[in-house]
């Protein structure tokens, strides 16, 4: 069992920054976690805590059974891969893996065939004798993954594991990361900035900003129901529209168009609220659409197989060439894409949008959405 | 195209005005240049002179010249009872400085660059500035009492220790600049995987700081090797005295100055520091910028 | 701010040492430099106000004479002598000599690779790692009235430069002795002058010299005063030209750091002769803050 459990965990600096404000998390056994979130905000932080790099200054680390807040990192039984790496030059590479069994004391025969063993489970059989400046940056990042699993250790803790690699190869280590995590089944938390990233690696991910943690929850919930308006913007490669909303005789108005209220919101007169909706959930049309938003397009801009479209929004009784207030963004398919200047309406699909009152979701949990349902308004497959 | 042809020729008739002036401008000041560096050169190799000729010389004088080519001077370094042992003095002062300033240094300057000791920016600057302000030379009177009351007179551990005291803040200075240049997740790493400090250090600094060790270490040894004035207060006795004394001796000595032995000896002195600085200088690219990054 | 990469030179403790055994490394190397550093500097302020002798009865029983030995210096011809010798060796050997020859040398070898630098670097560079002992030598045997090669080489044989110009012998001599670390600087300071500079003041119809004065001479400043202060206290404190002269004759070469061991150490004069060293340390310390505030405001100005 290899769960970890954190209970009000605080850090605070001696200059009275607060890099870690009484965190509550639990970490299943086996998991793959994701600690994501812009620079400053605490995440790399919470690595080295867990390591035991840094000490908490309040509250309490578990893993397993074990309460693992005063031992220093040599006794936690975690390894870590650090974002450079951290190969020793000096060493092989065969020492370099077989470095954490030297320190438990594993005899020199012993030692030398795990560290072949690892290699060869990552296909570095063939590198054992060189030394880590000769290698290529994967090479490198493989070789520091064989390190810290020649040590079967209870946790693994990777810090920003990608952000070495050039583009290209990132993709692919990824992937190779996945199934690395998914064979060995070891608890594994990383740091990334990167949401595509954490989106596609982790089980769970925790968003966090500040010293906390803003959400958790599996790819799907953050990607669909983020918690706060901080989430919605940060998950999402094309960051979720949120547009200003005021509640007006038991509607919404948009940008001067009306909207039905989601279901299950519990809203009053008059309230200013936060509408979101993601551009990957918008509809785009040339035809006017009733429960649709009315804009003018500034931007297309074409990403491949589907553009990207903002649009300023204008209410249809606002005079022509009025100055823009709100804008949206929509997504595209191919072959539909508009003209900047033209007029279009984009139509939220059922159950995609979302309320926020002072930053926190209020829309409660649907029923899954029916994908096949449409507007009237003509948007078709 | 003709005109173009046409008027090409007429272009090489005069030369363009202000181009002569140039030209001759910067031949002159192309030999210029070559005149003074030969004059350099023959500048810094005369005195050298007398060092590649007198100690191959069968009859050698004071004056530099084309050697009667014989190897037997060097016979007389055998004759002479401190010739070679002072060599073997210089060895060991040297060495043993070494050793001392490297090791303490690199403590310290690990310490230092690690862990965040209150004053510690002033401090470092600060024994820099002594220890370009307290030279040997300024606090020779002290220096010699302080060896008397420890009893240091006339033991080459003394000459040592005052040795290593005055080299020690430059190198710690050398050594934290290292330390601070090598990224600190190597020694992360290892105190994740369960290593002690102590293993820390034997396992991955000192063998990635290796290249400024033996900086500081060569660096040393010449400081000392050349050092005549504290081994000069205080060493009593030609037995325990390093080459740089005997030398001075050799020649201050009253009478005729053998000059198959100085000759020789100045030769034997001088290599090692000699061959050490060219073989260092090939291997690490040697090119002391006084400080300044290139 | 958080979550910046731990920068160099604010490593935290990554080893784990902790402030107990950071300030144990620290122990040995501070015991040393205290003992042979800074003890040393403070002794030469109490010894300078004794009367302390090597040898009688003042050696045994030292007594405190306040600032005898300081007013005896101050009036003693012989220490403003040595003091105005000190003062012309340094401006001779190291910041003309040294530094004028370094930079010469540096300009002259400025963008040429091949062998005649390497020459002309090895030669220099030699006389530079040669022994003291050694080289003070070599320059007595080239000095030698009778048998000298210089006298051979000019043909002006019986010219005693030792004893007829003693001053200006080690001032060549140490000028000699020093050049290789101002002309290293110097070469690398120069390589950092970027060509683009010199090539639009050349496009704009600048000479050498106006080149050296608006282009170069701006850029290195800062490199010029490290360098001067650097030599400027290793050559006020040489001992070296003891090797040649011994200060004579007659004191005529008889600098400040000759001064104090004849005095203190021949002569047995110890409290006297820490007053001495005691001003020399001042000096020292006055050289050094002149430069460090010249360095300080060229900073601000740059």
């Known amino acids: 069992m290899s769960a970890i459990t954190l209970r009000e965990l605080t850090k605070v600096y001696p200059n009275g920054v607060r890099a870690l404000d009484a965190l509550d998390l639990e970490i299943a056994d086996g998991e793959f976690f994701a600690l994501l979130g812009p620079s400053g905000c605490g995440k790399t932080t919470l690595l080295r805590t867990i390591a035991g790099l840094e000490t908490a200054s309040g509250g309490r680390v578990h893993i397993g059974e074990r309460d693992v807040t005063a031992l220093p990192p040599g006794r936690r039984d975690v390894a870590m891969v650090f974002q450079d790496y951290a190969l020793f030059p000096h060493m092989t590479v065969q020492d370099n893996i077989a470095y954490p069994l030297r320190i438990k004391k594993v005899d020199r025969r012993a030692r030398a065939d795990k560290a072949a063993e690892t290699a060869d489970e990552l296909g570095l059989g063939a590198l054992l004798q060189r030394r880590p400046g000769q290698l290529s940056g994967g090479q490198q990042q493989r070789v520091a993954l064989a390190r810290a699993m020649a040590c079967h250790p209870q946790v693994f803790l990777l810090d920003e594991p990608l952000s070495n690699l050039d583009a290209r190869l990132r993709l692919e280590a990824r992937t190779f990361l996945k199934r690395l995590q998914r064979e060995l089944g070891v608890t594994t938390v990383f740091v990334t900035h990167d949401q595509a990233e954490a989106l596609a690696l982790a089980d769970r991910i925790a968003v966090m900003e500040g010293g906390r943690i803003r959400q958790v929850g599996t790819p799907t919930e953050v990607f669909r129901r983020p918690a706060n308006t901080f989430v919605a913007g940060f998950i999402g490669s094309t960051p979720m529209n949120l547009v200003d909303a005021e509640v007006r005789d038991g509607e919404l108005v948009v940008a001067g168009t009306r909207l039905p209220v989601p279901e299950g919101v519990q809203v009053t007169d008059g309230e200013k609220l936060t509408y979101g909706v993601r551009p990957e959930y918008l509809d785009h049309t040339a035809e006017p659409a009733s429960g649709g938003l009315r804009g003018r397009v500034v931007v297309v801009e074409n990403l491949g197989s589907f553009s990207l479209v903002s649009l300023d929004l204008q209410p249809a009784d606002a005079p022509a060439g009025d100055t823009p207030g709100t804008s949206v963004q929509v997504v595209v398919p191919e072959g539909r894409e508009p003209a900047p200047g033209d007029t279009g309406w984009v139509v939220p699909r059922p159950g995609r949008s979302l309320l926020y009152r002072d930053g926190e979701l209020v829309t409660p949990e649907a029923t899954p959405a029916v994908p096949a349902a449409r507007t009237a308004a003509g948007a078709e497959q | ?294 | 701010m958080k979550g910046r990469r731990r920068a160099t030179g604010a490593a935290p403790d990554a080893a784990g040492l902790g402030r107990a055994r950071a300030t144990g490394f620290l122990v040995p190397g501070m015991v040393l430099i205290l003992l042979f550093l800074v003890v040393p500097a403070a002794w030469t302020i109490y010894l300078g106000v004794t009367n302390y002798r090597l040898t009688g009865l003042a050696a045994a029983n030292p007594e405190v004479v306040g600032l005898d030995n300081y007013t005896r210096a101050l009036t003693d011809e012989r220490f403003r002598s040595s003091l105005v010798l000190t003062l012309q060796f340094v401006l001779g050997s190291a910041v003309i000599g040294q530094a004028g020859l370094g930079f010469a040398i540096a300009y002259a070898l400025r963008d040429r690779r091949g062998p005649l630098r390497r020459l002309v670097e090895g030669f220099v560079l030699l006389s530079w790692i040669l022994p003291s002992s050694v080289v003070a030598f070599l320059w007595i045997a080239l000095l030698d009235r009778d048998g000298g090669t210089l006298n051979a080489l000019l043909g002006i044989p019986g010219t005693a430069w030792l004893l007829d110009h003693p001053m200006l012998s080690i001032i060549v001599f140490n000028t000699w002795r020093g050049t290789a670390f101002s002309m290293m600087l110097y070469a690398a300071a120069l390589e950092n002058v970027p060509r683009s500079h010199l090539e639009t003041a050349r496009l704009a119809g600048a000479g050498t010299w106006q080149q050296l004065r608006d282009v170069v001479f701006p850029r290195i400043r800062g490199h010029v005063l490290t360098n001067l202060l650097l030599i400027s206290l290793w050559t006020f404190n040489d001992f070296a030209p003891f090797l040649i002269t011994a200060g004579g004759p007659e004191q005529r070469s008889e600098i400040l750091p000759v001064y104090v061991y004849k005095v203190a150490l021949s002569g047995g004069e110890l409290g006297f002769g820490a007053a001495i060293s005691f001003v020399m340390l001042l000096i020292n310390l006055v050289i050094a803050l002149v430069y460090l505030r010249m360095l300080g405001r060229r900073k601000e100005t740059a």
Request: proline share 7%.
């Open chain 2, 1 to 294: 195209m003709s005109t173009a042809t046409r008027t090409a020729p007429a272009r090489t008739d005069r030369p363009a005005p202000g181009t002569a002036p140039v030209a001759v401008r910067h031949v002159l000041s192309r030999i210029g240049r070559y005149v003074f560096l030969c004059a350099v050169l023959g500048f810094f190799a005369l005195p050298l002179l007398w060092l590649a000729t007198a100690p191959f010389d069968e009859t050698p004088t004071i004056t530099a010249s084309l050697p009667r080519f014989t190897l037997d001077n060097f016979r007389a370094l055998l004759d002479n009872p401190y010739a070679l042992s002072s060599l073997l003095n210089s060895v060991y002062l040297a060495a043993g400085t070494a050793v001392l300033v490297v090791t303490f240094a690199a403590l310290a300057a690990y310490a230092l660059s690690r862990v965040r000791v209150p004053g510690r920016d002033a401090l470092l600057y600060g024994l820099l500035l002594l220890s370009s302000i307290v030279t040997g030379t300024a606090t020779m009177v002290p220096l010699f009492e302080l060896a008397f009351r420890l009893n240091l007179i006339d033991s080459r551990l003394g000459v040592i220790l005052i040795l290593s005291g005055g080299l020690l803040p430059a190198a710690i200075f050398i050594l934290k600049d290292f330390m601070d240049a090598t990224p600190t997740s190597y020694e992360e790493s290892a105190r994740v995987f369960g290593a002690s400090p102590l293993q820390i250090m034997r396992h991955i600094v000192v063998p990635v700081v290796r290249p400024g060790l033996a900086t500081v270490g060569v660096w040393a040894v010449a400081n000392v090797w050349g050092n005549f004035l504290v081994p000069f207060l205080l060493l009593r006795g030609p037995e325990k005295a390093p080459a740089a004394v005997i030398m001075y001796t050799l020649y201050t000595e009253g009478g005729q100055a053998d000059l198959r032995l100085l000759s020789t000896f100045s030769l034997l002195y001088s290599l090692p520091v000699a061959l050490m600085f060219v073989f260092v200088s090939s291997r690490y690219g040697f090119r002391f910028h006084g400080g300044i990054k290139r």
